[in-house]
Structure formats: C-alpha cells, structure tokens
C-alpha cells in the first residue's frame, strides 16, 4: 500500500487537508512521566498545525532539509560505534530504521515495495530536519526474506523496523527482531502475526466492523444479516462481526458464507438467494467484500427483494470506483478515514513520481513520520512498549491511531453514504480518543 505528493497546485486544491502530516509521528501523549513534559509539546504542535491548515499550507509545500534520497547502492564508512551501513538508504538522520519491502517479489508485490519506498522518502522530505536513516531490504515477500531483511537491518543498527507488508515476512522478520528487543511497524492487515512488540498499522477489518456496526445501531438498526467470503478474511470477519452485534444489543439473522472461483459466482449468487430469504427479519445487511457488493445488490434486485427497509453496510476495501461508482449501490453505507489527507497527498505523490498511489500508501508515509517524530520529541525511550503504545495515539495522515499491547491497532474512522454523486461523510472521524464516533 503506498502514496505520496504535489505542491503549488496542492496548495490551492487541498488546503483543508495535510498540513498536519509532519506532526504525524509526535506522540500524542505519552502516558508515565512523560505525560506532562510532551502534553505542552503537542499542544504547540496542533496550535501550529491548525494555522497551518488555516493559511492553507500542504505539509509538503513547507520546503525540507532532507535532500534527495540516494538511488540504488551505496556504502557508507564505519565508525567505531558505529556498524556500517550496506544496500539502499533514505536519509542521512543517526537514528537507523529499518524499512523492510518485497522489492524482488515480482508483479504487484515489487510494485506495492516501490511504492511504499517512494512514500517513506516523501515523507522524510516532508519531515523538515528528521534524524533518521531508513536503511531498505528486500524481504522477497517471504518468511525466510523477513527473517534475513530484519537481520541485516538489526546488525546495521536499526532501531525500529517499518515493515513488512505481508504476513509470512512479518513473521520471519518477528523471530528475530524479537530476540533483539526491536520493535516492529508492520503493514500486514493478519492479526495472527501481530503481537507484543510487532505492531500493524494497517487498516483490520475488526476496526471496520467495530466502526460501521456501532454507527448502524446508533441509527436504530437491530437486526442483522451477513454475506461473508468462506476464506481466512471472512472469518475475521464473521467474528469481529458476531462480537460487536452481541456488543451493541443487536440480532444476528443469520450468515451465509459464500465461495467465488475465477469467474465462477454460483455459489454466490445460492447464498445472496439464501440471504434474500432472511432479509424481510432484518433491517441491516452486511457485504464487506468489494468485489462481490454490487453483484450481490444487483442480484437481490433481479430476484425482486425488498430493500426498502434494509440498510446495506460495507467495509473500508468499498472506497473504490467499482462500487461508490455503482448506482445500485447508492444508499449502503461503509467506514474508512477521511479522505483529505489522503488527496492532498496523492497529488504530492503523483507530482513527484509521475502516477497515481494506491490507497494504502500512507501506511509507509504515516510510519515513517511516526519514528521521526518519536526520535525528536520521546528521546531513550522513543520505540519502547510505553511510548509505542500510549493510549492517546498518533495523528497520521488518515486521522488518528493507536497501537494496543496485543499489537492490533485502533484508528478514527468516518462513516460514508454513498450518493449519486459520490460517497458522502455521515459521521465524522473522531479527532482523538476521548471523543466518541
């Protein structure tokens, strides 16, 4: 997942949004006794962030101290405190971290680990002053590439790692980055490989669950129906979603589990049938998938269901043209974060790099911030479980997060309407975690 830049242009077309991206990485409250030398801190760095964003400023457009990052190979000399340093580097800060991608994974793995390198690079000429070194190793996309990625980084000096993206390499990377005491940053969205000290900043479907099941019962919906893919996803998120209607009171109608191979959507379009039989006992129907929404709509359509009365929801993966572009889809309902900072950031990237970010690319921008903040204001104990954890999180550049003990995260996240015109915010992202969705 990756994204990135634009400047005078951005500045005029997106002033509403990143000018609080280099405050991104600042602790927002470090708990101990910490919390009241670094409260004045992030108080002072909202105040600026704020006049920031009423002068308009994009955080990129603020100029930088950090150069150009080196291309291709180089090596830098070694002190004697100091290991040295071999393969790709970002940056010339005395704080190495580690940023660990499938560079030679090939197809769209290679692509993700470009991306994502393009985006850390942005983010520290965003970062005026940082001092840190990410130095960059290729993992392959595998568990055995983790394992080597993390420890070469780790006897380079690194200090943190960011990354990596899929789950096998976290869980290579996990084996030794834990013997060593270094805490991981990783961009896998599988629970099973999180825990303590290997944190994921990705979006989970628990947090998407959680977030648009809540809104749903704030709304007097009560009765619920899923519509769940029969794979590791779908069972995340069958218990995400089991936990959270017991949670808020409601009624679960019934689950239907479907499989889809290749072209084949037989037995989906069984199961949207069966869903379709239960939908007159609810009012609410929860499709996660993407890729199948507007199919399963556009079937219950045909098969003359009423859907009057029922309030179709979705998750994060809807924020894409294939659904909020669909017309039968208009109505449903999805979380995600608000898109300003994204947007904003986009056009920085595309300015800089010549095309498009993914959505997720601001999981490598916002965790790269994340450690140059920590090095600047939370000094010894930057990366430790008591800072990483603080239980008033981090402002990134798709809103807030904070990462639990058990290494899953939670994140402020909006609630979406999709329109004719576009998918519209009903429900503001919470700002901090004192405010309630």
């Known amino acids: 997942m990756v994204f990135e830049r634009g400047c005078e242009e951005a500045r005029v077309e997106n002033a509403k949004v990143a000018a609080t991206a280099p405050f991104a990485g600042f602790a927002a409250g470090v708990t101990g006794a910490r919390a009241a030398r670094f409260a004045g801190l992030r108080r002072r760095m909202l105040r600026v962030a704020g006049m920031l964003t009423a002068a308009g400023l994009l955080a990129g457009c603020m100029g930088s101290t950090m150069g150009t990052a080196p291309e291709g190979l180089q090596s830098l000399p070694a002190t004697p405190s100091t290991p040295a340093v071999t393969g790709q580097t970002i940056g010339t800060g005395t704080v190495r971290i580690g940023l660990l991608l499938p560079l030679t994974a090939g197809g769209s793995a290679t692509a993700i680990a470009n991306t994502f390198r393009n985006s850390a690079e942005l983010a520290l000429k965003d970062f005026q002053g940082s001092d840190i070194q990410l130095l960059v190793k290729d993992t392959a996309g595998t568990a055995e590439g983790g394992r080597a990625a993390a420890q070469a980084a780790i006897a380079e000096g690194a200090e943190l790692i960011l990354g990596p993206v899929f789950a096998p390499a976290v869980a290579g990377a996990a084996s030794v980055a834990r013997t060593s005491g270094v805490p991981i940053v990783a961009f896998s969205t599988d629970t099973s490989v999180a825990g303590p000290g290997v944190y994921l900043l990705s979006f989970l479907p628990a947090g998407d669950v959680r977030r648009i099941v809540d809104f749903a019962s704030k709304q007097n919906r009560k ?11 779908g069972s995340v998120a069958e218990a995400a979603f089991r936990q959270e209607v017991g949670r808020v009171g409601g009624r679960i109608v019934g689950v239907q589990r479907y499989k889809v191979s290749g072209s084949d959507t037989s037995d989906l379009a069984a199961k949207t049938q069966a869903i379709g039989t239960l939908l007159p ?18 079937t219950l359509i045909t098969q003359g269901v009423n859907l009057g009365n029922v ?3 979705g998750s ?15 109505g449903a309902w999805f ?12 056009g920085r990237y595309q300015a800089a790099y010549g095309s498009a970010p993914p959505r997720n690319a601001t999981l490598a921008y916002d965790g790269t911030i994340l450690a140059a903040g920590l090095v600047r204001s939370a000094g010894p104990q930057r990366f430790s479980p008591q800072v990483l954890t603080n239980r008033d999180g981090f402002l990134g550049i798709d809103g807030v997060f904070r990462f639990l003990p058990n290494g899953e995260n939670e994140r402020g996240l909006a609630v979406y309407e999709i329109t004719p015109t576009g998918p519209k915010v009903i429900s503001p992202a919470p700002r901090d975690f004192r405010t309630p969705s």
Do not use: C, H, I
């Open 281 to 298: 006992q609810a009012d609410t129907l929860f499709v996660p998938a993407a890729s199948v929404a507007p199919f399963v709509m556009q």
């Open 335 to 346: 979380p995600g974060p608000e898109r300003a900072g994204f947007d904003a950031l986009a």
């Open 316 to 330: 994060g993966q809807w924020d894409a043209a294939q659904v909020t572009g669909n017309p039968v889809m208009a």
């Open 223 to 233: 009765s619920f129906v899923a519509l769940l893919p029969d794979d590791a996803y």
């Open 311 to 313: 309030k179709v929801l």
